[in-house]
Each structure stands twice: as C-alpha cells, then as structure tokens.
C-alpha cells in the first residue's frame, strides 16, 4: 500500500513537470491577457492539492505549493508602484538642480555684476567638468529647494557672515574646485582656525580688484581689513615700500597656509628676506650670531621710526648684547650722546656701524669685527 503511495506521488510529480513545461510554452505563444495564465495555474493548483490530499512525505510541500497558486499574480499588489515611487524620490530636504536660467530669473543684478567675472567665463565658456556645468548651483548648490521655498535660510549656500551656514560648509564649496596648489595648507593655518571666510577676503559676484577676485581694490587692502596695527606700521618714518605699491603682502605672506605661523612663503624669516636682499644671505666666514638667528632681531618687518626699519636706535640697538665691558660700556653711554649731559663728539651723527661696516658677516680674513 506505502509503494503504491509512492508510485501515486511520482506519477503527480511526472504531471507538474509536464503542467509547468506547458505552462511556460502557452506564456511564450500567448498574448499575455491574463486569461491563459490563470488557468493554467488553476490546473496546476489542482495537482497539487490531490497530491496534498492523497498524503505521502512530500504532502506539506505540496500544501505550500498549492496555498501559493492560490494568490493571483497576473498583476502587481496596489501598493508595489507606491513602493518604487518611494525608492526614486528624492528624500525630504534633498535638493536637485534647476539649471542657472532659474536663478536669473529672480536675481537679474546679481546676474548682471557677476557675468564679468572669471568665474563666468569659466563655466559658461569652458566648464571643465560637470559641477562646473551647473553655473550657479556650482557655488551656491543645488536650488530646487531653494526654488520652492526661497525664505528657508538653509535651503541654498549663502556666502556672508548672516548666513546660518557655516563657515567651514561655505569655505567647503569653494575648495571643491580651489583645491591643492596655493590652498595645500589651508587646513588648520591661521586664517581657517579663526574661522576666515573665503568670503571675506574674495568676492566671487563681481571685480573689485584686477585680480584675484579681491574683497578690495587691492590685495593690501583686503589685507588692512583686520591687519590694522600692520597698517600703522607701513605709515612710520621707515617702512617698505608697499604703500607706493613696490610691494604686496603676498610678496611675504601666503595668506592661504603655510609651514610658519606668520603665513611666511618661505621656511623661516630669513628665507623670505633673502629673497630681496640677497647679499645678506653669505655664506659668511665671520657670520654674525643675531644676524643667522633671524633678520627681526634687529629690524620691524613692516615698518619702524628708526632708520633702516631697525627695532631701536642705535648704538642702543647693538648695546642690547655688546655692553660687557671696553668702549661698548664706556663710551656708549646715555650721557656721551648728543642730547646726554656729556655728549662725545665721537658719537655724533655715527653709531657702531661707522667702523663696523660688515655687521651682517664679513668674509675678510681680517674681518673678525665685522670691520672688512
């Protein structure tokens, strides 16, 4: 009785087999109306459960078989569209692009300032990839949000100290493309610790300078906005030459990062300064100690009323090391000078340079003074 069990289930087994290779070549030939399907699959059902009912160890296989024929899928569940409708929607907050003509459409002046820019002829005329394609959105991110909800301070980059953004977001956009080169160490320099802008020291939106899109006329005067000692500094009796426009600060100065905490373009002080005064560089057979040491032992890089942009006076200057005993202690005092109470005509209009001549090294064999 158990082997003719057996032998039933084989025989229904035979007919699925049977049952699905025709369903498979109806759905070929066909039109898929729906009609055909279902039928079939009600034969097949059928199957099934006579294997179910005639038991057997495949019985609950078939009962699972059976329960699934029973569900009609000639069509899609109602809410299946309502699911992939969910997976290509944008998620709330997310915004897309709308292309520059929409921008203009509302901001016709700023359009009109910014059109003369390098930046515009950039991605107008020669974008060179595809964030610069996008023309505003390429600064300012994408505006579709910003489109249907324009008082939403968040919803669009905005470059200003009252923008809700913050400072590292809005230095983030223009370091996608202002990358590397002059920028390779902008992170944690100076300026990017104390939370510096590139807004405030660039204005992208039109020129004000004639070059470098500056905030000012000018780089110095970009500069001058918070440098204010610095600008004092340039106005005393001696000073370099910047307000006569010899100069920039970014002759010295990377404002951008550097290797020195001053935002030298060179290593150390020294460096920068060589890089004019070339003949105070050596080597030196007699090399002068505060001399090697850095440049700002004895001069104000911006700006002194002392001669020759020298900290202090001299001979003052020199007696702040060379006080230890013979003339530096003896003759160079405060009464000996002209306006002390025994003024020495050996003092008068001269200091320790007069004899001293090579005070930033000398390579004479007889130089040991400083004297060749």
């Not at 944008?90 to 700023?110: D, F, K, N, R």
Request: charged letters at 20%; aromatic letters at 4%; a positive charge.
């Amino acid at each position: 009785m158990r082997s003719a069990k057996y032998r039933a289930l084989l025989w229904l087994g035979a007919c699925a087999s049977f049952l699905c290779g025709a369903l498979v070549t109806a759905a070929q030939e066909l039109p898929s109306d729906g009609h055909h399907a279902r039928t079939a699959a009600e034969q097949l059902r059928a199957v099934h459960e006579g294997a179910y009912n005639h038991g057997g160890a495949d019985s609950g296989l078939a009962r699972e078989i059976a329960d699934y024929l029973k569900v009609d899928r000639g069509k899609e569940p109602a809410e299946a569209p309502q699911r992939v409708a969910q997976n290509v929607t944008p998620a709330q907050g997310q915004s897309g692009y709308v292309g520059q003509q929409t921008c203009i459409s509302c901001h016709a002046l700023e359009n009109a300032n910014w059109a003369h820019t390098t930046h515009a002829k950039v991605f107008e005329l020669n974008p060179r990839n595809q964030l610069e394609m996008q023309g505003c959105e390429a600064c300012h991110g994408p505006g579709s949000v910003h489109v249907q909800n324009p008082a939403e301070p968040l919803s669009i980059i905005r470059f200003s100290r009252r923008s809700q953004q913050s400072i590292s977001d809005q230095n983030g956009m223009c370091l996608n493309c202002h990358r590397g080169g002059q920028r390779i160490f902008w992170a944690s320099s100076a300026h990017e610790s104390r939370d510096v802008a590139c807004a405030d020291c660039h204005n992208p939106m039109a020129n004000f300078s004639l070059r470098g899109l500056q905030a000012r006329t000018s780089v110095n005067e970009t500069c001058f906005q918070c440098h204010k000692t610095q600008r004092a500094e340039f106005s005393r009796r001696s000073h370099m030459p910047l307000l006569e426009g010899r100069v920039d600060c970014i002759d010295c100065h990377n404002p951008h990062g550097s290797t020195t905490a001053p935002l030298l373009k060179a290593d150390s002080v020294n460096e920068v300064c060589f890089t004019c005064h070339a003949e105070k560089r050596g080597p030196f057979l007699f090399e002068h100690a505060p001399v090697r040491d850095s440049c700002t032992n004895c001069h104000t890089p911006h700006g002194s009323n002392h001669e020759k942009l020298l900290v202090t006076a001299r001979p003052l200057l020199c007696q702040q090391c060379h006080a230890q005993n013979n003339h530096p202690a003896q003759l160079m005092t405060r009464g000996a000078m002209a306006n002390g109470s025994r003024p020495d005509v050996r003092l008068l209009s001269r200091a320790c340079s007069n004899c001293h001549t090579q005070i930033h090294g000398s390579n004479h064999p007889s130089g040991a003074k400083f004297e060749r």
